[in-house]
């Protein structure tokens, strides 16, 4: 089961900041929190992943709360083409690649 | 320099029959996972395939199987159809480096499976 909680849908204006949120409260020292987002008909995308440090990337912004029990992704101007389900996850460290995703958030851009 | 590339794009079984898919990974990547994302849902881990052995599995059945060949593409073969297995099939490849903390992962479009 997917330890990450986020809201199911949001909404937000075109050219607006969009912060998606999500908790993760029982996650351990060595997992990484993992941000990726699926577009509607194709594959997951990887956006941005980070530890405790807050990250940022020509994609998006990663704000991980102190205690990492929650974090926030931000996309600073939100396009339409940013219309789609968010991913947020738990990797542990020197984790070969099993991603466990939750229903995700969908992201509503709108003019 | 292709992404990862998966055939077919769309297939369409009765229940009881087989079907195999196809994945290439990302050139340089020689490490394939397969999920199964059904309508409405995230994607389910189904298995991993490193050095042509599966490596991880995820809480599937037998029916599910895999092989990674030598230049390490991959097919999931899945037996006894039923009609739950109708989902997208995403295929996603990275490169193993031990002891790295970070593996990004890069997804295929998809094989949309229906099952009739």
């Known amino acids: 089961d997917a330890k990450t909680t986020q809201p199911p849908s949001m909404d937000c204006a075109e050219g607006r900041a969009a912060n998606l949120p999500c908790n993760h409260s029982t996650i351990s020292g060595n997992e990484y929190v993992y941000w990726y987002r699926q577009i509607h008909s194709q594959g997951p995308q990887y956006i941005i992943h980070g530890l405790k440090n807050n990250e940022t990337n020509e994609m998006a912004s990663l704000i991980i709360t102190e205690d990492r029990k929650s974090s926030t992704l931000i996309l600073p101007h939100a396009t339409l083409r940013d219309t789609a389900v968010y991913y947020c996850?738990?990797?542990?460290?020197?984790?070969?690649?099993?991603?466990?995703f939750g229903q995700g958030t969908t992201l509503q851009v709108k003019p | 320099d292709a992404g990862v590339t998966q055939s077919p794009t769309h297939l369409i079984k009765t229940r009881g029959q087989q079907v195999t898919l196809r994945c290439s990974p990302k050139s340089g990547h020689d490490t394939v996972s397969w999920y199964q994302q059904a309508l409405g849902q995230g994607p389910q881990f189904i298995f991993q395939?490193?050095?042509?052995?599966?490596?991880q599995r995820g809480n599937f059945p037998d029916r599910f199987s895999g092989h990674q060949f030598p230049n390490y593409s991959s097919e999931l073969n899945v037996n006894a159809l039923l009609l739950g297995d109708s989902a997208l099939y995403l295929c996603a490849s990275l490169v193993t480096v031990r002891g790295a903390d970070y593996n990004e992962q890069f997804f295929g479009p998809g094989t949309r499976l229906t099952v009739l």
């Open positions: 395939y490193y050095e042509e052995e599966e490596r």
């Open positions: 996850t738990l990797v542990p460290s020197g984790n070969t690649g099993k991603l466990i």
